[in-house]
């Protein structure tokens, strides 16, 4: 059920012919394995939010493909990709409906792909919509009849990754999701992340600026840097390394250090 990912030399320059032009992915290209679970670092403007939006079709890029479970999806439009692709930013108010109840927002979540009415909640899919929130331990199971708006950040974040799932993607993006949550919401969040991602197999990039993060959760870590890519372990070399090995490697390749949080 996991989904491959080929993302092949992909450039994608900003006010292209202007004084002001920024490459921000410069010939990218990664592999990416059916369940790949892969931590993404790289410090500000590295080009990962990029990389993400060059996923969505948010814009086409200048050069590149990009072939997602076999399919070549490079001019692919980005309501099309939507449908096989959840994405999770860092603010919890991004891709969730405030003034629907929880109920309802898992509810559009599960049909969008059916394409049947949202509206139609049955007690079926309501019994499923409780058994999962009751997986995730806090205690919104009580609570489908809250207006979403009314959740704490993390509450939000948690219900937002449960409605990724329920759409059941063949690729997930978390964009720093846990980044504007206070510590322990963040690890809460972090660890329904790695529940949901472990549950349903879904192949995941997940940008974070924490290299203790970086290293404990997934399979894979990839730095990028001025929209290249400048390191990518697993398995043992990964295992082995540690976030100030991680540090020393950015600054040994000549990468500006301008992001303090890199260090953090
Ligand atoms: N819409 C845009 N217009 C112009 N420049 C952009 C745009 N989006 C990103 N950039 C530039 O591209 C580079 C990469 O940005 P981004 O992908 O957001 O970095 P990151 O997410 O790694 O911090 C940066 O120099 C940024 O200023
Ligand atoms: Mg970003």
């Known amino acids: 059920m996991s989904s491959s990912l080929s993302l092949i030399n992909l450039t994608k320059k900003f006010e292209k012919g202007t004084i002001n ?16 679970f892969i931590t993404i670092l790289g410090s500000n403007g590295a080009g990962k939010s990029t ?6 079709g948010n814009f086409i890029t200048d050069e590149g493909n990009i072939i997602l479970d076999g399919q070549d999806i490079t001019f692919e439009k ?51 919509f409780r058994e999962a929130l009751a997986q995730l331990d806090l205690g919104l199971e009580d609570r489908m009849k809250t207006k979403m708006g009314l959740l704490s950040g993390g ?21 720093e999701h846990t980044a504007a949550l206070d510590p322990s919401a963040a690890q809460k ?40 890519l400048v390191l990518d372990i697993s398995g043992e070399e990964r295992e082995n390394m540690t976030p100030s090995d991680l540090v020393k490697f950015f600054t040994e390749r000549g990468g500006s250090l301008s992001d303090r949080t890199l260090l953090s």
């Not at 410069?26 to 394995?33: H, I, T, Y």
């Not at 927002?105 to 049909?111: H, K, M, V």
């Not at 974040?157 to 978390?174: F, H, I, R």
């Open 21 to 36: 032009e920024k490459v921000a992915l410069d010939n990218f290209s990664l592999e990416v394995a059916p369940g790949d």
């Open 189 to 228: 969040v972090l660890k329904i992340t790695r529940d949901i991602v472990a549950r349903d197999n879904i192949t995941t990039l997940m940008i974070t600026h924490d290299m203790k993060n970086a290293l404990s959760y997934g399979n894979r870590t990839i730095m990028m840097d001025s929209g290249r």
């Open 51 to 56: 990389l993400f939006n060059a996923i969505l």
């Open 78 to 128: 980005d309501y099309k990709r939507a449908l096989n692709i959840s994405c999770l930013y860092q603010n919890p108010l991004r891709g969730t409906a405030p003034n629907m109840t929880i109920e309802e927002n898992l509810a559009l979540a599960y049909t969008r792909k059916a394409s049947k009415s949202f509206f139609a909640v049955n007690k079926k899919d309501s019994a499923v």
């Open 155 to 175: 509450q939000r974040q948690a219900a937002s990754l449960l409605m990724a799932a329920l759409a059941q993607p063949k690729l997930l993006l978390l964009d």
